[in-house]
């Protein structure tokens, strides 16, 4: 699987982006997504996922009410991370990652995810 994520930029606080990653090589519906960031001196963490079929998606507390994480597997195989309220705490490079069907249980840790897009950049403003 090879992702492609972009969408990040420059925006001001309570400003909104949409992160996209476009997904090739295999079979995208079989996959589990998510949506990962790092910020400069940090660990990487969980932001958001969702189920191979897109009925099931998961948050990290932090972007819960704010971010919204829906895919297209009909045509256009890709995760979308619509980003809303936007505060200077979520500056970060942003990865997608991918997973076959993983455990519920499992899907907000970085060690379940086989394949990792190349990240995009944002940057908020206060």
């Known amino acids: 699987v090879q992702l492609q994520a972009s969408g990040g930029g420059l925006v001001q606080a309570g400003g909104s982006l949409r992160l996209s990653c476009a997904a090739s090589?295999?079979?995208?519906?079989?996959?589990?997504m998510g949506w990962f960031r790092q910020a400069p001196g940090k660990e990487r963490e969980f932001v958001a996922c969702?189920?191979?079929?897109?009925?099931?998606?998961?948050y990290a507390d932090s972007v819960k009410g704010r971010f919204t994480i829906s895919r297209n597997n009909a045509n256009k195989n890709t995760v979308y991370l619509q980003m809303n309220s936007l505060k200077p705490d979520d500056t970060a490079i942003y990865y997608c990652a991918a997973t076959p069907r993983m455990a519920y249980s499992a899907l907000a840790l970085t060690s379940s995810y086989n394949y990792w897009g190349q990240g995009t950049q944002v940057t908020v403003s206060s």
């Open positions: 090589g295999r079979t995208f519906r079989d996959w589990d």
């Open positions: 969702i189920r191979w079929s897109g009925g099931t998606s998961l």
